[in-house]
Structure formats: structure tokens, C-alpha cells
């Protein structure tokens, strides 16, 4: 095999691995989003049990609380994929694709991997005390043990989900750079004209 062959099947492969990282993503957000249902009805219950029965139960909040808290940290993966979180950017947007990847590239692996791994890193010890000692809700009525413990599993695998996308974004950029295109499927950046620079 010569060189060029081997590069060609290195970027290939990069794709692939991209692209299942990115659905992967995309699984990950479809499945969670159905939590959003049982927290509508769960909040429309809430309401009408307080105010037309005089009811109140405090495991109820806590449960449509947390299913927020759980479709907010495990769909993070998901709308980064989407490049659909919060971006506060001045020139981003009227970069050349090759620019963007390049942004992408070095914004992922200085800032969201490492800090993604950080924080996994510092939610552990956090975790494994609430498992340890059977943590339950410091609420009266509130969720029993395993609850808290499982919501707070959900911050180092919702930082986990963001660091194999923070991965895909790796990929593809390398790809966008070397390559001079986008991989197929993917609007992350848009497709560079050949000959054009960075």
C-alpha cells in the first residue's frame, strides 16, 4: 500500500468513526427527548392537584425537577452535534469552511474536551459518595434512594456524551482540513471550494 492510500484510508476511516460518534449523538438526544413528555403531564398534574385538590406532593416536583436536569445534561451531546447550543460569535459565521473546522478543531480539543474530562473527573468522587452512604432526597416526602444518586450519575455521563462528540467534531474537522470537504450528512461546516485556504 502506498502512502496516499494509506492517508485516503486514514481519512476514510476518521469519517466513519465521526459518523458514528454522530449518531450515536443523535440516538442518545432522540431517547432522552421522550422525557420531555412525561414531564409535561407530570407538570400539568401537579398543577391541577394543587390548585383544584389541594394536594401537593414533593416527590412529584422532584421528579419533573430532575427529568429537566437529566434531558438537560444527557441531550448536550445531542444539540452540540446539532451545532445548535448557545454561540456567542462576532466572525464565526463568515468564515471559510476551513476556517470553521479549524475553530472546531483546536475549540474542541483545548477547551471542551479538557474540561469535559475535568469535570468527569471532579463529579466522581461527588457520585460515589451519594451511592455509598444511599443517598435520598433532603426533602420530607421527597425521592428515596437510588433518585439523587442517579441524577448525579447523570453529570459525568452527560460530560462523557459531550466529550465522543467533542471527538466527532475532531474527526470531522481533520477531515474538512486535509480533505477540503465536509463529510456527507454533516452542516457543521460549510464545504470548501478546492485551492481555498485557511
Known amino acids: 500500500m502506498t502512502r496516499p492510500e ?3 484510508q486514514a481519512k476514510d476511516l476518521l469519517s466513519v468513526l465521526a459518523g458514528r460518534l ?11 427527548s421522550w422525557l420531555t413528555l412525561p414531564m409535561v ?11 383544584a385538590f389541594a394536594l401537593n406532593w414533593i416527590w412529584m416536583q422532584e421528579l419533573v425537577v430532575w427529568m429537566h436536569a437529566f434531558v438537560f445534561m444527557l441531550a448536550a451531546a445531542y444539540t452540540l452535534n446539532r451545532n445548535e447550543h ?24 483545548i477547551f471542551l474536551l479538557p474540561m469535559s474530562i475535568m469535570l468527569i473527573v471532579m463529579s466522581m468522587d ?8 444511599g ?13 439523587v444518586p442517579l441524577l448525579k450519575t447523570a453529570i459525568p455521563l452527560a460530560f462523557a456524551l459531550v ?24 452542516e457543521r461546516t460549510a464545504t470548501v471550494p478546492p ?3 485557511v
Do not use: H
Open 135 to 147: 443517598e435520598g432526597s433532603r426533602e420530607a416526602g421527597g425521592l428515596p434512594f437510588p433518585f
Open 163 to 186: 466529550c465522543l462528540q467533542g471527538i466527532a467534531i475532531v474527526f470531522d474537522s481533520w477531515v474538512v482540513l486535509v480533505r477540503g470537504r465536509q463529510p456527507a450528512g454533516r
Open 22 to 32: 454522530q449518531r450515536f449523538s443523535e440516538r442518545t438526544g432522540a431517547v432522552i
Open 126 to 133: 461527588y457520585v460515589i459518595t451519594s451511592w455509598a452512604i
Open 195 to 197: 485551492g481555498e485556504g
Open 86 to 109: 448557545v454561540r456567542v460569535d462576532i466572525f464565526y459565521r463568515q468564515f471559510s469552511g476551513r476556517r470553521k473546522a479549524l475553530v472546531d478543531l483546536l475549540g474542541s480539543l
Open 6 to 8: 494509506a492517508s485516503v
Open 41 to 51: 403531564v407530570g407538570t400539568f398534574l401537579i398543577a391541577l392537584l394543587r390548585y
